[in-house]
């Protein structure tokens, strides 16, 4: 048996290595299919996505198109509406997103493992890492990366509330002074869009224009960015403009209420986040200075009952 596995040893050989090339070979025309089957987005009216999106960006296009059929209507809303309020709705879609999100679980994951795999080192009589720390650690990192777009879109979309809420007294005050000195609504927006500061609301208001511009209803424009921004706010000061025009009132006095009511609460925030900053400096403080401090002081003291003589 030995002397007959010796003498067709060569061919065994030849005929494994030819195995494993054809199924190589096969999974990769397999999914090279696969991915012709993927059709190229049509981004011409569509903004450029985030750094880290163009990265990654043709893994992610081929995901979703496998992942976005398996979504559901209501998983599928839920994520348009955040793409909405962080100005993403243009920019990425669910499937995509969900598709980042599997991406960089896998990604992550890989990385985990290379880097613990770097540190193991096992030498003859020593055991190296078990592989149950191998699944931890990269079950560890996948859970951060399929969580961390989540998170980057929660800063996002708080950063985009904060810059709003700031802005939009600006915005109200030059709408208000348009009105009152003869402009229409659509005018002082206009104006509005020309004078005012780069941000949120300005390219909010941009669209807006847009839709009256391409024949959509100035109310149904309006809400469409009351519902996109989904900020109370906002969605106060469209209602009293639509309810003011319909009732035939004069639009001055309304915005100058909604103005002045919102540069108030822009104050009340103020006051509130002062009033906070003690609360949150107490744990730096507690954590961090005041050990600092008592090293600094109490070694010296420390070192002389230690050496009395010297």
Excluded at 165 to 183: N, R
Excluded at 205 to 215: E, F, K, P, T
Aim: glycine fraction near 8%; include cysteine.
């Amino acid at each position: 048996m030995e002397k007959l596995l010796l003498e067709h040893g060569t061919a065994l050989i030849v005929a494994v290595a030819l195995a494993s090339g054809l199924s190589v070979a096969l999974l990769v025309w397999l999914v090279s299919a696969a991915l012709a089957e993927v059709p190229r987005e049509d981004r011409s009216y569509k903004d450029a996505p985030p750094l880290g999106f163009r990265l990654v960006w043709w893994p992610i296009q081929w995901i979703s198109h496998f992942v976005g059929p398996i979504m559901s209507v209501n998983r599928r809303t839920a994520m348009l509406a955040k793409l909405r309020q962080a100005g993403l709705d243009y920019t990425v879609s669910p499937a995509q997103l969900l598709a980042a999100r599997l991406l960089g679980a896998g990604l992550l994951a890989l990385l985990c493992w290379w880097g613990l795999s770097s540190f193991d080192h096992a030498r003859d009589g020593e055991v190296g890492f078990s592989l149950m720390l191998y699944l931890e650690v990269m079950g560890g990192g996948a859970l951060l990366g399929f969580f961390y777009p989540s998170f980057w879109l929660r800063d996002l979309m708080r950063a985009r509330r904060s810059e709003l809420l700031k802005t939009l007294p600006f915005y109200l005050d030059i709408i208000t002074l348009c009105v009152e000195a003869g402009l229409n609504l659509q005018g002082a927006l206009n104006q509005s869009v020309d004078k005012g500061p780069r941000g949120v609301l300005r390219t909010e208001i941009q669209r807006v224009l847009r839709d009256i511009r391409a024949g959509k209803a100035r109310s149904e424009a309006m809400r469409a960015m009351a519902d996109r921004l989904s900020e109370p706010n906002v969605t106060h000061f469209i209602t009293a403009v639509i309810q003011a025009e319909r009732m035939g009132m004069n639009l001055g006095p309304v915005l100058r209420a909604q103005a002045d009511q919102r540069r108030t609460e822009r104050f009340a925030r103020a006051e509130k986040l002062a009033m906070e900053a003690p609360v949150k400096m107490l744990f730096p403080l507690i954590a961090f200075i005041f050990p600092c401090t008592f090293i600094v002081l109490f070694f010296p003291i420390v070192m002389k009952f230690m050496h009395p003589g010297v």
